[in-house]
């Protein structure tokens, strides 16, 4: 999840910081519907690398791991031949450069970006559905909705343990790096929220001629442009704390799945692909299942906690293996640190889904 002080967090890793653009703006008030209740959220390696500079804009990736939560395939076979992984890379590349550029972007996404351990061992977790429309020209608004589908059990297996516990409908919780336990109770989907902003919003808000994506394809189209998009920690040194970000694969994938399920233009979504089959240290799993149960192709890169924490998790970007789209991302943790207990190697701990995205000429339609 993200939140406007992680924005502020963020900015202080760098110099001269912009003023983050109306899409930005957009998506932290989507996020910080994801959890209603202020916290401290646990940062990651990997959720500085997610900072993807769109113009004027920055986008955060933060994982919030805590409890049991779904375990992936144990028998799942790796892709270990490098070349074969880069078939399927620029296999994607091909297709991803075939699309046609519409009116809008649209990203359909379901996630649980939170997560709680129940006694019982079972995960109880916050879900909520986006659907946000970012267009290709200012004279069109931006458009997102937006709404919670409530608090449960998150998978089957954690709704079957959780009917052996009694059914309980409220949960005495804590999460990671908070001290605090609250109450959590079972509720299901909410209205819809609308956030809009016209084009000369985000003209005034950005200081810019253009929509922020397409600043981002100015930077991304000159001579290296694309890998400092990507990967700014090769031209400033980030810090949190005073402590040295390290920069890992978990980092690298997440800053790329920011960008491949972005407005981007086919040629730049192409090169994300094409810059991926080179990166060391992503291997590919298949067999593996997002959050909706669709079979896919797992890129896979691993990351460490910060903060004094042991922790080491996998981020898994799945791709369908049929058509190459992103189906989502997830995080599986593989060895618990001591900042959080109850986390099991093997757990699925923050999931997303993307339901569609790409580009249309239809309108938003509610």
């Known amino acids: 999840m993200t939140d406007l002080n992680e924005l502020t ?103 649980e970006p939170v997560v709680y351990a129940a006694s019982g061992g079972y995960v109880v977790a916050r879900k909520s559905e986006g659907d946000e429309w970012v267009p290709r020209s200012l004279a069109d608004p931006l458009v997102s909705y937006n709404r919670p589908l409530g ?15 009694g059914s309980p409908r ?10 605090r336990t609250i109450t ?34 100015k930077l991304a189209s000159r001579p290296g442009g694309l890998e400092r998009l990507l990967f700014p920690e090769r031209e ?46 992503i291997r590919l799993v298949e067999g593996v299942r997002d959050m909706r149960g669709r079979a896919g192709i797992a890129l896979v890169g691993r990351g460490t906690t910060i903060g004094g924490a042991s922790g080491v998790f996998d981020v898994q970007v799945i791709l369908d293996p049929g058509t190459h789209q992103v189906l989502g991302r997830q995080y599986v943790v593989v060895t618990k640190g001591g900042r959080f207990p109850g986390v099991r190697p093997g757990a699925v701990v923050e999931r997303r889904a993307v339901l569609s995205a790409g580009w249309t000429n239809e309108s938003p339609h509610r």
Request: with cysteine; glycine share 8%.
């Open 236 to 281: 400033q040194r980030a810090k949190v704390g005073g402590r040295t970000v390290r920069i890992d694969p978990a980092n690298r994938l997440l800053a790329s799945y920011d960008l491949l399920t972005q407005a981007a233009s086919p040629k730049v979504r192409a090169a994300v692909f094409r810059l991926l089959a080179g990166q060391p240290g």
């Open 151 to 165: 608090i449960g059990p998150a998978t089957d297996a954690d709704q079957a343990a959780w009917r052996e516990a």
């Open 170 to 179: 409220t949960w005495r919780v804590r999460t990671a790096d908070d001290p």
């Open 9 to 111: 967090h963020v900015r202080a890793l760098f110099d001269d910081p912009p003023e983050p653009s109306a899409h930005t703006v957009a998506t932290a008030r989507r996020r910080m519907t994801e959890d209603d209740r202020p916290r401290r959220p646990w940062r990651s390696q990997a959720g500085l690398a997610g900072l993807v500079a769109a113009g004027a804009a920055v986008t955060v990736a933060v994982a919030t791991m805590s409890g049991g939560g779904s375990k992936t395939p144990e028998t799942a076979p790796t892709t270990g031949n490098k070349v074969g992984g880069n078939n399927i890379l620029l296999a994607a590349a091909a297709q991803a450069e075939r699309e046609k550029v519409g009116r809008y972007w649209r990203t359909r996404t379901v996630a």
């Open 184 to 217: 959590l109770t079972a509720s299901g989907p909410g209205r819809w929220d609308t956030y809009r902003t016209s084009g000369a919003e985000r003209k005034r808000m950005c200081k810019c001629e253009v929509e922020p994506w397409l600043e981002r394809e």
